[in-house]
DNA sequence: CCTGCCATGCGAACACTGTACGCATTGAGG
DNA sequence: CCTCAATGCGTACAGTGTTCGCATGGCAGG
């Protein structure tokens, strides 16, 4: 360590690889990303601090990448992979359209990270995996008979993006606050009573839903989701023909 | 400005601030902030540039505000006082909503950058603003007989904001770009058409969309935010009461 | 009118950030 | 063996958000 920030140059400070350290490349760098932002939260991923756990200098990572831009899309296109849908021919395809969007929710959750970059860059990647999903997607809500599947798939992607991401922001918050959700709710709950005060209609929205006997605030998020999601598929089943 | 980097201890560079110039406020502070994101862009904001704008020094702004992301804060309370609603005891809850809807959605396509910290932060913000804004849609799904209106606020809003993101960042991109929409677009179309080679649905379902007839890309989107916000609604509508 | 206080403005400094540049080192191919 | 292209990386630059301590001014109390 001290022999590196102080270079003589003597043979005996030649460098010398690791060599089960697997060299460095595109995917590598990636990888190590995609872990280091679920551990620490976008704000804490920097170019150095990702070289440094991959045992490289800084600069090293633009041999494989471009700018930090792009590798946050790198990103975002692996964890698309992730993502697991139903058989492109499900009989079903409520079902199958449900299974798709709890799958969508469950990688944004597990990554919350990447509601950050949608709400900056959006939809419009190129990516392999994006488009396999949008490929996918497409697939079985065009057998299940949509005469415009783009305009169904555009609906539910919305409405699973919109919920996702604030449920994602959310869970960044607890989490920067260091305790569980129901911890952070408790202590948040002053606040809140003190911000509705004198929003009548708010004070009573937030009776009811404190009034709520299920205590586990995941849970709470769950019919959440689901509710709304049976809501844009009733909307959508009116529109299938016959 | 020379006399400005070297401070010379004279009576003559004496400080003597510009009356007419309205003294430094944490009101005015926001509002220049948002005009700031508004013209350049969420990346293009530093405390230094906006300080400098106000014809004040860089650390004075933390007199008024206590950090960059309390002042971001404030930013998105003060823009969701921009959105105008129809009173609370409109007779149609179709029109009212698919109004506050619109609303929304043309406050988050004049600021892009919204987007962006709703993507990072979510909803949480207690602003006195986004209270009152969630009074009185809370107000009028309950008079319009929803039984819970927080459910069906949660879940149209949600689409909203996950339409209203993804057309956000569409912006920012081709405004990044320098361009117009449709030449952005022009300029995008080989690139897409490589992409989904090879995805026969997708290819499909590009060929459809770009037949449209529609040249106004403004319209298109119009179009899009119109059909899922009315998929939403008649899926509201099966659970209303009677 | 004088005095002391306190809110406000701000220059300098610190610890970081993303990234351009140019030099060293390496392994492969002629 | 020599050459060349690819790869790693130290240094440097222009910025970032924020802290600290000092200067300044207007206002309250005597």
Do not use: C
Request: charged share 20%.
């Amino acid at each position: 360590m001290a022999a590196k920030t102080n270079p003589i140059p003597s043979v005996w400070a030649r460098r010398q690889r690791e060599p089960d350290q697997p060299a460095l490349s595109r995917a590598a760098i990636v990888r190590e990303a995609i872990t280091m932002l679920d551990a620490e939260g976008i704000e804490a991923l920097s170019m150095r601090k990702l070289a440094a756990r991959l045992n490289a200098g800084a600069t090293s990572l633009y041999r494989h990448v471009a700018t930090k831009d792009e590798l946050m899309e790198l990103a975002v296109d692996e964890v698309f992979g992730e993502i697991t849908l139903p058989p492109a021919d499900s009989p079903d395809w409520r079902a199958a359209a449900t299974e798709a969007a709890g799958a969508f929710r469950a990688t944004a959750l597990r990554h919350p990270w990447l509601s950050s970059i949608l709400g900056q860059a959006g939809l419009a990647y190129l990516g392999p995996n994006l488009m396999s999903y949008g490929e996918r997607l497409t697939a079985f809500f065009a057998s299940a008979g949509f005469p415009e599947p783009a305009r169904a798939i555009d609906t539910v992607i919305s409405y699973v993006v919109g919920m996702s991401t604030t449920e994602a922001a959310w869970l960044t918050t607890v989490a920067r606050a260091g305790e569980s959700e129901a911890e952070f709710i408790a202590r948040l709950m002053p606040a809140a009573q003190e911000a509705t005060a004198g929003f009548d209609h708010l004070t009573d929205a937030y009776a009811v839903a404190t009034a709520d006997p299920e205590p586990d605030p995941a849970a709470v998020r769950d019919a959440k989701f689901a509710y709304g999601l049976d809501v844009v598929l009733d909307g959508l089943a009116l529109r299938l023909p016959r």
